[in-house]
């Protein structure tokens, strides 16, 4: 199946300070990626839609602010958490999808944030 | 998207088939069936989906019934590293995926 990427797989940064992690798919295209979140012993949740070219899609709940989505080409999605706290420690997941006629979502392999 | 209901855990013997239900009675005519696990502090990995027809891949078996209100994941004969959270997801085409709760598997030696 084809793959996508995520960077940094880990990080830790000091309460106030903002995050960056990048979403890349490898061998394919994405128009559109999804940015999920997950607490310990929790579900996947999703946090927004990411459309290239066009401004992403959050769901209720979701500060588009704190958030910040950029899909800037086919093959790239930034999140970027910014002014982190302790309540934003999470696993953040991507996923990618080909094509609106290609069923299967190809997930990455998760950043893990801890703010500080 | 349509709610699925799965158990929230099962146990399996190693090298015996996991048969892993899954409840989608509300599930509508563009919807597929999906099968995704998530090993612990991975990314979610596909498995395999359906629409109608009962699906078989080099990693398991989707059994859907003819009415299409429920599923079954079948892993013929599981191995330890089959131990992980199962999710049944149920979605329309291009749409993102909402995960449930899943089922937590675990492959017993």
């Known amino acids: 199946g084809a793959v996508v990427s995520q960077h940094p797989s880990r990080v830790i940064c000091k309460s106030g300070t903002s995050v960056k992690i990048e979403c890349r798919s490898l061998?394919?295209?994405?128009?559109?990626m999804f940015w999920y979140r997950q607490f310990p012993k929790q579900s996947l949740m999703l946090m927004a839609t990411s459309n290239e070219g066009s401004k992403a899609t959050y769901e209720q709940g979701v500060e588009k602010d704190k958030f910040l989505i950029n899909h800037a080409s086919l093959t790239l999605s930034t999140l970027t958490v910014t002014s982190a706290h302790p309540e934003d420690s999470s696993f953040y997941i991507c996923?990618?999808?080909?094509?609106?006629?290609?069923?299967?979502?190809?997930f990455g392999p998760g950043t893990r944030l801890t703010v500080l | 998207d349509a709610k699925t209901t799965q158990p929230t855990s099962m146990d399996c013997a190693e090298g015996r088939a996991a048969n892993l239900p899954c409840n989608h009675s509300t599930i509508s005519g563009n919807e597929y069936v999906y099968w995704y696990r998530q090993i612990h502090s991975q990314g979610p990995q596909y498995i395999i989906h359906?629409?109608?027809n009962n699906e078989t891949n080099e990693m398991a078996s989707l059994i859907i019934t003819e009415d299409r209100k429920s599923s079954t994941l079948i892993l013929p004969h599981a191995t330890l590293r089959d131990t992980a959270v199962y999710y049944c997801?149920?979605?329309?085409?291009?749409?993102?995926?909402?995960f449930g709760k899943g089922t937590s598997l675990l492959v017993t030696p």
């Open positions: 359906g629409l109608k």
């Open positions: 061998d394919f295209q994405a128009t559109t």
């Open positions: 996923s990618a999808n080909p094509g609106q006629t290609y069923n299967e979502q190809f």
């Open positions: 997801i149920v979605r329309s085409s291009g749409y993102a995926l909402n």
